[in-house]
């Protein structure tokens, strides 16, 4: 499975991350890079959830399941929006 963790280099999202990797799962992590970094096996990609192309930087890449674990409904919305139809689950 191709997941996204939107964060996963610190706390829940990093576990989650580390957990599916563990699995086998294809797992890209997406963040700010300055908490952490992803944990081995995860490919890191940098967003910033705070700007409006926050991200951007996942370009037209498609998931099978997301995971978002951020605490801001903003955020959330934004990222859903921007990845609508690129995400599965």
């Given at each position: 499975?191709?997941?996204?963790?939107l964060?996963?280099?610190?706390?829940?999202?990093?576990?989650?991350?580390a957990?599916?990797?563990?699995?086998?799962?294809?797992?890209?992590?997406?963040?700010?890079?300055?908490?952490g970094?992803?944990?081995?096996?995860a490919?890191?990609?940098?967003i910033?959830?705070?700007?409006?192309?926050?991200?951007?930087?996942?370009?037209?890449?498609?998931?099978?399941?997301?995971?978002?674990?951020?605490?801001?409904?903003?955020q959330?919305?934004r990222?859903?929006?921007?990845l609508?139809?690129?995400?599965?689950h």
């Amino acid at each position: 499975m191709r997941l996204l963790v939107l964060g996963g280099t610190q706390f829940l999202g990093r576990a989650i991350a580390a957990s599916a990797t563990g699995l086998g799962h294809a797992v890209t992590c997406a963040a700010r890079g300055l908490s952490g970094s992803a944990p081995p096996g995860a490919r890191f990609v940098a967003i910033d959830r705070d700007r409006p192309d926050g991200v951007a930087g996942l370009g037209r890449e498609r998931f099978d399941a997301a995971v978002d674990v951020a605490r801001r409904p903003d955020q959330v919305r934004r990222a859903r929006a921007a990845l609508d139809g690129h995400v599965g689950h």
